[in-house]
C-alpha cells in the first residue's frame, strides 16, 4: 500500500524534524510545478503563522489579516473578485473545491448555521451534565460534532472575509482572498486518518464523509433534544436555573482548564497514549499502530501549537489569552478519544441492495455513520407512513417542512432534504404481474462515463449524454434465464423484471462520473485507476422525470440546474487537481457581516465581562440577536440587522417577533431607531425592496459604531448597497475556484471545458443540480 | 444430477394448481386442461355425468403452460416449463414423444388447422416450426426430427399466434413488439410497434391479414397486418390482458386478465362491450365452447384450480335489446354471476419446509392444511423398523429410498454376493424368491413417479416407480441412472458414513485446567449421548479414580457399567457448545450446523451438572 508507506514517512518527519519536512513538501510541490498557493502552517513548525489563532480557537471567529500570499504565489490578481478562496494546505485541493460547492449550495450554510446554535446549546448542557457527574464530559463530544463546529467557522470566515473585503476593497489590493480550511482539515484528520498527510484523495468520498459526519451531527442533536424533553417535563422553570448553572460551571471549567494546561499536559498525553495502545489490542494491527502514532503527532503538534500562541497572544489582551489557553488542552483530550471513534465507525460503504449494481459503476449509497442504520430504518418506517396517509396530506407536510425551516426539527433534517433523494427497485414478476418494492436512500449517483463494451449493442456510442448515463444507472433489467426469480405469488420460478427509480428526488442532486477505470496491467491500487478522458455532454439543465416513480408535482418538480461542478484535472485518481465551478444565485441574500457580530454571539455566552464592555452596541444592534439565541435557537436565518433578505416571509415574521419580544424590554433604542427610521425587521416585513438601501447604511452606520470598539479603520468604508452592488453583478455567473484563486468563468468557456469536444485533461467530476421550482 | 420423486395419490382426480390452457374437443365432447400440477387432464363436459374426470395424461415435470388438439382430436401437443414439448395420443391418454430442443421455459404454442402445422415458442427466444404428421410418425427407433426454426426474437417469447392457413405466424414478447413472420419461408414479414409491455396473448384471423393481441399494458391492439399497423385499441380492462378468444367472423373478442373480469367487445364498435362474468382469481385461459353459433358458452380458468363455464346466451338478450351499456364511468354489472358448470380442483400445497431431523417435511395448502412427509436419514430404531437382529444399525433413509424407488429396475435384483452364474439365473427369473428386492424395509407405492433430473432442474428421465422393470424403461434408466445411484442401488454400497473432527475440552466454569487439545474424530451421526459416555468413562471417572481412590472400590460388575453409563453419564455432566447446554439425542452434525455454525473445527465442553 503507497498510502501506508507514505504515512509513516510523513509521521516520522513531523516526529523528527518538521522543519525539514516541510521543506521537503514545499520542493516536492516546486517540483510538480503547481501554482497553488501553499500554505504549510499545517506543519508544527509555522512558516506562516498569522491565520493561526483563528485556527485554535474553539467557537470563536477572528477574521484573518487579509491571508497574505505566500513567498509561492507571485501570480498578481489584477482584480479581485468579491468571493474568498481557500489556501491549499498541501494537496487539499480535493477538500476546497468540495467546501466551496457545500458553501454555495443553497440553503447549505443557513443549515449549518442553526445547526451549530442547536449544538452550541447542547454542548453547554451537556458540560453542565458531565460537570455534575464527573469529569468525563469533556470527551464526550462527538467527532461529528466537532465537523459541525469547523464547517461553521470556515463558513464565518469566508463570510467575514468577503464582507471585510466588499466592505474595504482597497485593504485587498494586492495579494488574494483567501482562507485555510485548517480546522476543517484536522477535524476530518480525526475523523478519517486517510487524510493524513499530503496525498491527494477523492473528492467525492471527502463529500460523503462530510456530509454523512453532519448527518450524524444531526442525529445526535435530536437525540439529544429528545432526551431534554424527557428533562424538561421532569422540572420546572429549568430554563432560569440551567442558566445560572452556566456561569458557574464556566467558571469552574476555566479554572480546570487552566490548571489543564500547566500541569497536566504531560500527563494527559500519557494517558491518551496508553488508550491507544490499549485499544491496539482491539483493533488489527496495522491500523491501529497507524492510529496511535498519528494521534500521537496531532496532539503533539496541537500542543506546540497552543505554547506558539501563548506566546504570540501575550501581546493581545489578557481575556483573549486565557480563552486561547483554555482551548487546546481540551481539543487534545477530545482527540485522542475522537481518533478511536473514528476508527469504530464503518469507514465504507455498507452492503446494499444496489451493491450489485456497484460493479457497474452505477450507485453509491449512503455512506454512514454509527447511527446509520437506524436512521434508515427509521426513514423507511416514516415512508410506509407517508403512503399509508393520502398522498396530498404528506405532501403538504413536506411543503410545510421547507417552510418552517426556522422549527427545530426541521433543522435537523434539512441535510436530508436537501442531499438525500429514495430510490426504489421494483421487482415484478412477468408471470403473474404483481411486483415487490424495495427502497433505499441515495446522496449521490454515480454514472459510467464511458461505454463498457458490453454495454450497448446500438451503434450509436457518439455524444454520450449525461441522459445515456442515467438511463445506464436507471434501467430496467430482466432475471431470466438460469437464475429465474421465485415468485410468490406463483410459487414458481418465473421471469421478472426489475427497474430502478427516482421515488424521492433530493433539492441538489449530486452526479459523479466515474471517470477513473481500473487498468487491468497496472496492480498498484491508486496509480490503476487511471482517468478515462472521455467527458459526457454536460447538460446545464436535467430533467429527471423519466425515472420517477412519483409524477410531476409544481412543488417538487424533477427539473434540475446545474449550478455547480468539481473539475478533475489530470490523469489518475491519486495525482491531479481539483477546480471548482459555482454558478452564484442568490446573491441578494448574502449576509454582509462584520467580525466583531459573530465574536459578540460567542462572547455573549461565553464571557460576561467582556459583554458588559461593549455593552453599548451590543443592545443596540443586537435585539434579533439576543432574542433568539437565547429562547429560540436555530433561527439563525433572522440575522435581522444585516441579512437583506427580499422576500422571505419567515425571516420578516421572525424578526417582528423579536421586536416584540424584546423591542420594549431591552432595547429601547433600537425600538425607537426602528420607528423612527423605519429600518430594521419592520422595513424588511414592510417593503423590503423599496428601501433596502436606507436599511443598508442604517445598519452600517450602526455597526460603524460597533466597529470603533475593534479598531477598524472608518476612512476604508464603502457604503453597504454599493458593495451589495458590486456581488450582485456575479448574480448568474460561473465562478472558478481554484485552492485560494477565484476568477470569473464565461458561460460559453465553462460549457467548452465541459464539453467532451475539448481536449483538455480537466473534465467534470461531480455535478451538482439543484431542483428548479416551476 | 438429482433424483425426486413425488408423494401422491395413485390417480389425481382434481387439478391441484392453476390451469395455464384449455382445449375443447367438441367431437368428444371433452376438454383438456394444462395445470400448473404438471398435469393434463381429460374431462367430459357432458353435463349429465355425475363426476367429469376421464383421465390424466402425466409425464410433464413442471408447469404444463399451453396445449393445442390437433389432427380432428386425435393428437394433443403440449408445452411445459420442463423445456420440452410432448406429443400425446389424445383419445388413449398416452406420451407419443417428446421434443427437446427449447432451452428454457416453452410458453405457447400456435396451430395451424389447414396444414397440420404446430409452432412452439419460449423464453429462450427460439420459435420451432413442427410438422404434425411427423411427429406422430416417431417411434422409439425413428426418433429424429427436422425442425425448422425463426429466430429474431431479442425477448422472451410469451405469446404465439398462427393462422389457420398457415401462412402467417406471430409472436408477441417482453420485447413489447409483435413480429410476424411467413412459416412458409422462415422470413421475417414485420415488426409491429405499439404495446407499451409485454404481449401475453395474440389471434389471428383465418386468412392472417388482422391480429388481436392482449398485453400486460392493459389494451388490447387491432393490427392490420396488410398495412402493417395497430387499427384499433381497446381499453377494457384496468390490469394485464391475459387471455383472448374471438369469433370466427373476427368481430367480438372476448378477453381476461390479471382484473378477473371477462368482456365481450365489438370491435367495429369499441363503446359496446359486456362483461361476461368476473372470476375469483386473475384469468389465465378462454376456450368458446363453438359447438352453437352464436357461441353459448365459454370456459374459464384461472390461477386457482378450478375451472368453470360461463353462459353466453344472456348476450343474445343483451343485444336483442340494444340496451347496451355505453356509460363507461358507471360499473358494469356481469352478465352471469352463477356459473353453468364446474370442473372443481383441489388444494395445492403451497409452502413446504423440511424440519430439521431432514426427516419430515412440513407442507401447506391452499386450503391451510398442514402435512408432514418423510424423507432422508434416519436410524432404524427412531425410524421404527425393526431389523432383525435387534441390532440398531445405522441406515441411510435416502439410501433405502433411492434402492426402494428402483426395485422394479431388474439391475437391482443382483445380489452382489452372486456369482456370474446365480447372477445369469436370477435374470431367468428362476431364483426371483431368493433375490432380496428393494431394500429390505419398506416400498414405496409403486404409482410414485420418480424423476431424473440435471442439477438445475431440467428433467431428463420420468418414470413411474413401477415401470422401471419395463424394457423401455430400464433401458432408458441404463442410460440416465448417475454412477452415484447406481452405488447404492445396485452395488449396494451405501455413502460412507461423514466423520467430522471435533475437540473435547472441560467448560471454563468448572475450573478445570484445560486438557491438551486431542483432535478426536466421529461419525457425524453419533449422538451427543455416546460423547457424554465417553466423557464420563475417559475422563471424568479417570480424574475421579486418581483422586479419590475409594471410587475404585465400589465399582460395580462391567456388564452393569456399561448399561448404566449412558444414565451416569446424562445424570453427572452436561455438554455444551457456544455455551448452549446439549440434548443428548442432538447428532453431531447436528451441534456442527446449527449451534457450532461457525467454520473451524467443532469444540464441545463438559461440565458436570451442579446438583
Known amino acids: ?774 | 444430477m438429482q433424483v425426486s420423486y413425488v408423494i401422491r395419490d395413485e390417480v389425481e382426480k382434481y387439478n391441484r394448481n392453476g390451469v395455464n390452457a384449455l382445449q375443447l374437443d367438441p367431437a368428444l365432447n371433452r376438454l383438456f386442461t394444462a395445470g400448473r400440477d404438471s398435469i393434463i387432464r381429460i374431462w367430459s363436459v357432458n353435463q349429465h355425468k355425475q363426476d367429469p374426470y376421464i383421465a390424466s395424461m402425466e409425464h410433464h415435470t413442471d408447469w404444463v403452460n399451453d396445449i393445442v388438439l390437433c389432427c380432428n382430436g386425435k393428437t394433443l401437443i403440449s408445452a411445459s416449463s420442463d423445456t420440452t414439448v410432448k406429443v400425446w395420443n389424445a383419445h388413449k391418454g398416452f406420451c407419443m414423444s417428446t421434443l427437446r430442443t427449447h432451452k428454457d421455459y416453452v410458453k405457447a404454442l400456435a396451430y395451424a388447422k389447414d396444414k397440420e402445422l404446430v409452432a412452439s415458442a419460449g423464453l429462450d427466444r427460439q420459435i420451432f416450426l413442427w410438422d404434425v404428421n411427423t411427429l406422430t410418425a416417431l417411434t422409439a427407433s425413428n426418433n429424429t426430427v427436422t425442425t425448422s426454426s425463426l429466430s429474431g426474437n431479442k425477448d422472451s417469447i410469451y405469446s404465439l399466434a398462427m393462422n389457420q392457413m398457415g401462412t402467417v405466424i406471430v409472436s408477441g414478447s417482453t420485447e413489447k413488439v409483435l413480429r410476424v413472420w411467413d412459416p412458409r419461408t422462415c422470413a421475417k414479414l414485420m415488426k409491429l410497434k405499439g404495446h407499451t409491455d409485454n404481449v401475453k396473448s395474440l389471434l389471428l384471423n383465418r386468412d392472417g391479414t388482422q391480429c388481436l393481441s392482449g398485453s400486460s399494458d392493459g389494451t388490447i391492439r387491432l393490427w392490420s397486418l396488410g398495412q402493417q399497423r395497430c387499427i384499433a385499441t381497446y381499453r377494457v380492462h384496468d390490469e394485464g390482458v391475459w387471455a383472448l378468444q374471438v369469433n370466427e367472423a373476427f368481430t367480438h373478442v372476448y378477453s381476461g386478465g390479471r382484473d378477473r373480469k371477462i368482456y365481450c367487445t365489438d370491435l367495429r364498435s369499441p363503446d359496446i362491450r359486456v362483461l361476461i362474468c368476473e372470476e375469483k382469481a386473475p384469468v389465465l385461459k378462454m376456450e368458446l365452447d363453438r359447438s352453437a353459433d352464436p357461441h353459448s358458452a365459454i370456459w374459464v380458468s384461472t390461477t386457482k384450480s378450478t375451472v368453470n363455464k360461463w353462459s353466453l346466451k344472456g348476450i343474445l338478450n343483451f343485444r336483442a335489446s340494444g340496451d347496451y351499456d355505453n356509460d363507461c364511468s358507471a360499473p358494469l354489472t356481469p352478465l352471469c354471476t352463477q356459473t353453468e358448470q364446474v370442473i372443481k380442483g383441489g388444494a395445492s400445497i403451497i409452502q413446504c419446509h423440511i424440519l430439521n431431523d431432514k426427516r419430515h417435511i412440513l407442507t401447506k395448502d391452499t386450503n391451510n392444511n398442514v402435512a408432514d412427509c418423510f424423507a432422508a436419514w434416519v436410524s432404524a430404531k427412531d425410524a421404527g423398523f425393526t431389523s432383525p437382529d435387534g441390532s440398531d444399525p445405522k441406515l441411510n433413509l435416502g439410501g433405502l429410498l433411492l434402492q426402494a424407488l428402483l426395485e422394479y429396475w431388474p439391475r437391482t435384483h443382483i445380489n452382489p454376493s452372486d456369482d456370474e452364474t446365480e447372477l445369469n439365473h436370477g435374470m431367468n427369473g428362476e431364483h426371483e424368491s431368493r433375490i432380496q428386492k428393494g431394500n429390505g424395509y419398506f416400498q414405496v407405492p409403486p404409482h410414485t413417479p420418480v424423476i431424473f433430473g440435471e442439477a438445475g432442474g431440467r428433467t431428463l428421465f420420468r418414470l413411474l416407480c413401477r415401470d422401471s422393470g419395463g424394457e423401455t424403461e430400464s433401458m432408458l434408466l441404463n442410460e440416465t441412472v448417475p454412477q452415484w445411484v447406481i452405488d447404492i442401488t445396485v452395488d449396494k454400497n451405501m455413502p460412507k458414513f461423514n466423520k467430522i473432527p471435533f475437540y473435547l475440552q472441560p467448560h471454563s466454569s468448572s475450573g478445570a485446567k484445560t486438557l491438551k487439545k486431542d483432535r478426536l474424530s466421529a461419525s457425524d451421526m453419533l449422538q451427543v449421548r455416546k460423547v457424554m459416555e465417553h466423557v464420563y468413562e475417559k475422563i471424568i471417572n479417570l480424574d475421579s479414580e486418581s483422586q479419590t481412590g475409594a471410587a475404585s472400590a465400589e465399582k460395580p460388575s462391567e456388564q452393569k457399567e456399561e448399561e448404566d453409563m449412558a444414565v451416569l453419564a446424562e445424570e453427572k455432566i452436561e455438554l455444551l457448545c457456544q455455551d448452549q447446554v446439549l440434548d443428548p439425542n442432538m447428532d453431531l452434525r447436528t451441534v456442527k450446523h446449527f449451534i457450532w455454525k461457525s467454520g473451524g473445527d467443532l469444540t464441545l465442553h463438559y461440565r458436570q451438572k451442579s446438583t
Open chain 1, 1 to 774: 500500500m503507497p498510502g501506508l508507506l507514505n504515512e509513516g514517512g510523513v509521521v516520522a518527519a513531523v516526529v523528527g524534524s518538521p522543519v525539514k519536512k516541510s521543506k521537503l513538501s514545499l520542493k516536492f510541490f516546486q517540483k510538480k510545478d503547481t501554482k497553488r498557493a501553499l500554505d504549510f502552517s499545517e506543519a508544527p513548525a509555522e512558516d506562516n503563522d498569522t491565520a493561526e489563532p483563528e485556527e485554535t480557537t474553539n467557537h470563536d471567529q477572528v477574521v484573518p489579516m487579509p491571508c497574505p500570499s505566500s513567498p509561492l504565489t507571485c501570480e498578481k490578481h489584477e482584480s479581485l473578485v468579491p468571493f474568498v478562496g481557500l489556501n491549499n494546505l498541501g494537496n487539499t485541493c480535493y477538500l476546497n473545491s468540495i467546501l466551496q460547492v457545500l458553501y454555495y449550495c443553497p440553503g447549505f450554510k443557513e443549515a449549518i448555521k442553526s445547526l451549530c446554535l442547536l449544538a452550541k446549546l447542547k454542548d453547554k448542557q451537556q458540560e453542565d451534565g458531565a460537570k455534575n457527574e464527573g469529569d468525563t464530559g469533556e470527551d464526550t463530544l462527538p467527532v461529528s460534532m466537532e465537523l459541525l463546529g469547523s464547517f461553521h467557522s470556515i463558513i464565518s470566515s469566508v463570510e467575514q472575509l468577503q464582507s471585510s473585503f466588499l466592505l474595504n476593497p482597497e485593504k485587498y489590493s494586492d495579494g488574494e482572498l483567501a482562507t485555510p480550511p485548517r480546522k476543517l482539515l484536522n477535524t476530518l484528520r480525526q475523523l478519517n486518518p486517510m487524510y493524513e498527510g499530503y496525498l491527494q484523495h477523492d473528492a467525492q468520498e471527502v463529500l460523503q464523509c462530510i456530509l454523512a459526519n453532519i448527518q450524524e451531527a444531526c442525529d445526535n442533536i435530536k437525540k439529544e433534544q429528545t432526551d431534554n424533553q424527557k428533562d424538561s417535563t421532569l422540572s420546572n422553570g429549568m430554563g432560569e436555573s440551567n442558566h445560572e448553572d452556566d456561569g458557574s460551571s464556566n467558571g469552574q471549567l476555566s479554572g480546570k482548564r487552566k490548571s489543564d494546561t500547566e500541569a497536566g499536559n504531560a500527563k494527559k498525553r500519557a494517558k491518551s497514549q496508553s488508550k491507544s495502545k490499549k485499544n491496539e489490542e482491539n483493533v488489527p494491527m496495522t491500523r491501529s499502530k497507524r492510529k496511535s502514532s498519528s494521534g500521537i503527532t496531532t496532539e503533539s503538534s496541537d500542543q506546540r501549537n497552543g505554547t506558539e500562541e501563548k506566546e504570540q497572544e501575550k501581546d493581545r489582551g489578557s481575556t483573549i489569552e486565557e480563552e486561547k489557553n483554555d482551548s487546546p488542552p481540551k481539543e487534545e483530550g477530545k482527540r485522542t478519544r475522537r481518533g478511536k471513534l473514528g476508527w469504530l465507525k464503518p469507514s465504507g460503504k455498507q452492503p446494499s441492495i444496489f451493491s450489485k449494481f456497484r460493479s457497474m459503476g452505477r450507485i453509491t449509497s449512503h455512506v454512514g455513520g454509527r447511527g446509520e442504520t437506524k436512521e434508515k430504518s427509521d426513514c423507511s418506517v416514516q415512508e410506509k407512513q407517508e403512503k399509508d396517509t393520502s398522498e396530498n396530506e404528506s405532501r403538504t407536510q413536506e411543503v410545510k417542512q421547507s417552510l418552517e425551516k426556522n422549527k427545530e426539527q426541521s433543522g435537523l433534517d434539512v441535510l436530508k432534504w436537501m442531499f438525500q433523494g429514495q430510490l426504489v427497485l421494483r421487482t415484478r414478476c412477468l408471470e403473474c404481474e404483481c411486483f415487490t418494492e424495495r427502497r433505499e436512500d441515495f446522496q449521490d449517483i454515480s454514472v459510467p462515463s464511458t461505454l463498457s463494451d458490453d454495454v450497448s449493442p446500438d451503434p450509436k456510442p457518439e455524444l454520450k449524454t449525461l441522459k445515456w448515463a442515467i438511463s445506464q444507472f436507471a434501467s430496467v433489467e430482466r432475471i431470466m434465464g438460469e437464475d429465474k426469480y421465485f415468485c410468490e405469488t406463483c410459487h414458481h420460478y418465473t421471469e421478472a423484471e426489475r427497474s430502478l427509480l427516482f421515488d424521492k428526488t433530493p433539492e441538489v442532486i449530486t452526479i459523479h462520473l466515474k471517470c477513473f477505470a481500473a487498468n487491468g496491467s497496472e496492480m498498484d491500487p491508486y496509480a490503476g485507476l487511471s482517468k478515462v478522458n472521455t467527458p459526457l455532454q454536460t447538460p446545464l439543465k436535467l430533467s429527471l422525470h423519466e425515472w420517477c416513480a412519483q409524477p410531476d408535482s409544481p412543488d417538487r418538480s424533477h427539473h434540475y440546474e446545474l449550478f455547480a461542478v468539481v473539475m478533475h484535472s489530470g490523469v489518475t485518481i491519486s495525482s491531479g487537481h481539483y477546480t471548482t465551478c459555482i454558478r452564484m444565485m442568490d446573491l441578494h441574500r448574502t449576509t454582509l457581516r462584520l467580525q466583531s457580530q459573530d465574536e459578540d454571539q460567542d462572547r455573549d455566552r461565553e464571557d460576561d465581562t467582556k459583554q458588559k464592555k461593549e455593552e453599548v452596541p451590543q443592545t443596540e444592534y443586537d435585539d434579533g440577536e439576543v432574542s433568539f439565541s437565547l429562547p429560540g435557537r436555530g433561527q439563525n436565518v433572522a440575522r435581522v440587522s444585516t441579512t437583506i433578505s427580499m422576500s422571505s416571509k419567515s425571516v420578516s415574521k421572525r424578526s417582528s417577533e423579536g421586536v416584540g419580544l424584546l423591542g420594549g424590554q431591552r432595547s429601547i433604542t433600537s425600538y425607537e431607531l426602528s420607528n423612527s427610521n423605519q429600518t430594521n425587521p419592520e422595513k424588511v416585513s414592510g417593503s423590503a425592496s423599496r428601501a433596502a438601501g436606507s436599511l443598508l447604511q442604517n445598519t452600517v452606520k450602526k455597526e460603524t459604531e460597533e466597529e470603533g470598539v475593534d479598531a477598524m479603520d472608518d476612512g476604508t468604508q464603502v457604503s453597504f448597497d454599493v458593495a451589495l452592488r458590486n456581488l450582485l453583478d456575479f448574480e448568474g455567473k460561473w465562478m472558478l475556484f481554484d485552492d485560494s484563486e477565484v476568477r470569473l468563468f464565461e458561460e460559453e468557456d465553462f460549457l467548452r471545458a465541459c464539453s467532451p469536444e475539448t481536449c483538455s485533461t480537466s473534465t467534470p467530476y461531480l455535478l451538482f443540480y439543484k431542483r428548479v421550482s416551476q
